[in-house]
């Protein structure tokens, strides 16, 4: 396989410090650490594409860990975990004691004996799911150093409130993919563009993550949303300097239609303004049903007002037409599928249909590589070895 070799020798150029660390936020790791999760991913789908076994685990949990819903997260984290050759156990915390006042201290090393990664989303309290990410692995950090852990299990984010780091790794992974190499992403223009949907309260950490990230590669981020519904401040400043630093820029505007002119990439997504987001939480602490139910009429009656923030096939043409890439993170309001009015129409997201599909399927690989290179200090090796060992998977 050359196109693996190739992987090798390049994973073998960088200088990184993956190997005993948490994959928390993308914008705290280097751009050689952001390459190898990349580089690795690309190996561990050759490597499966080929027959050949992954799997460098004989034994070992993997902790999956959800606080809120999740189709395609929850199974990629299941399916990477598998590759790599961890059982996953999913703690429900309404059957642990945590519903018995169990600390996160407490819960954090009983969980972890004999457990190689936690893969945690959290992301429906701003302000408190990256927050709680820290807080699990301050306990594991205390566990480990006094003797109470064999080894100290790694985090990996599954989406938080402010970042999904496993999204926006196998979103560019998708477009490296698309165009050929990360150097062919500079100057591409990618539109972040709030969408309108009949639902609210979705989390600010999909776009969050989308000018977080391509901001690191000399892209074109423009970042377009109606007045108010704006992103956390701290994040918008990351992806200013992000931009400036890798030659890229960063633009943010209140027009659908300007993010989409001349566009190479769309992202039409729905998102709750910040200060919603922030009241919504306190509502959620307090278990404040009725000012929740009260919030949601407000925001839908506020969403209303943007019906015509909706990928369609005349904002398509805006773009660079035929050549432009449409994405999303799944699942998708598909207006006049599943809403009469959403994020985008049928006939645009039919035609794109199967690469959205193929977007979602690197994250599996990203999350193994996350998994993989906290876990292993030399993964260049590891992957030659397993490709040598050429171990056929049972099918």
């Not at 566009?263 to 729905?270: F, L």
């Not at 925001?299 to 904002?315: H, P």
């Not at 994405?327 to 794109?352: R, T």
Request: aromatic content about 8%; glycine content about 6%; some cysteine.
């Amino acid at each position: 396989m050359k196109q693996f070799e190739n992987i090798i020798s390049e994973l073998i150029k960088l200088k990184s410090s993956l190997f005993g660390k948490d994959f928390l936020l993308t914008w705290d790791k280097s751009t050689d650490e952001l390459k190898q999760t990349l580089f690795v991913a690309e190996a561990l789908k050759l490597l499966r594409d080929n027959n050949i076994s992954a799997k460098c685990f004989d034994s070992g949990l993997a902790i999956s860990n959800f606080r809120d819903n999740s189709t395609r997260t929850r199974f990629s984290f299941a399916s990477a975990c598998n590759l790599l050759g961890l059982e996953v156990q999913d703690l429900d915390e309404g059957k642990s004691q945590i519903a018995h006042g169990e600390t996160v201290r407490e819960t954090a090393n009983m969980i972890s004996f004999l457990t190689d990664v936690i893969g945690i989303r959290d992301d429906m309290f701003l302000g408190a799911g990256h927050t709680y990410m820290v807080e699990v692995g301050d306990a594991l950090d205390d566990g480990f150093k006094e003797g109470v852990l064999p080894s100290r299990p790694s985090i990996v984010n599954l989406q938080c409130d402010i970042d999904h780091p496993t999204q926006s790794m196998a979103d560019l992974l998708h477009l490296k993919t698309h165009f050929g190499s990360l150097e062919n992403l500079k100057g591409k223009k990618i539109a972040m563009t709030w969408a309108y949907s009949p639902s609210y309260g979705k989390p600010l950490s999909v776009p969050q993550g989308i000018i977080g990230l391509m901001t690191r590669f000399g892209m074109e981020v423009e970042l377009a949303f109606p007045e108010g519904y704006g992103l956390i401040p701290e994040v918008l400043e990351i992806a200013k300097k992000n931009a400036a630093e890798s030659g890229g820029s960063f633009k943010v505007v209140n027009s659908m239609d300007e993010a989409f002119k001349d566009a190479d990439i769309v992202y039409p997504k729905s998102w709750a303004p910040f200060h919603v987001m922030e009241k919504r939480t306190a509502l959620l602490q307090n278990n404040d049903s009725a000012g929740l139910k009260e919030l949601e009429q407000q925001c839908l009656a506020n969403n209303a007002k943007f019906k015509d923030w909706e990928c369609t096939e005349e904002k398509m043409k805006l773009t660079k037409g035929s050549e432009a890439l449409y994405m999303h993170c799944l699942p998708a309001d598909i207006s006049g599928v599943s809403c009469k009015e959403g994020e985008v129409e049928a006939s645009v997201f039919e035609k794109y249909r199967i690469a959205t599909y193929k977007e979602a399927g690197y994250k599996p690989y990203i999350i193994a590589s996350m998994i993989l290179n906290s876990k292993f200090a030399n993964p260049a090796k590891l992957l030659e070895d397993l490709k040598n060992k050429n171990i056929k998977r049972v099918i």
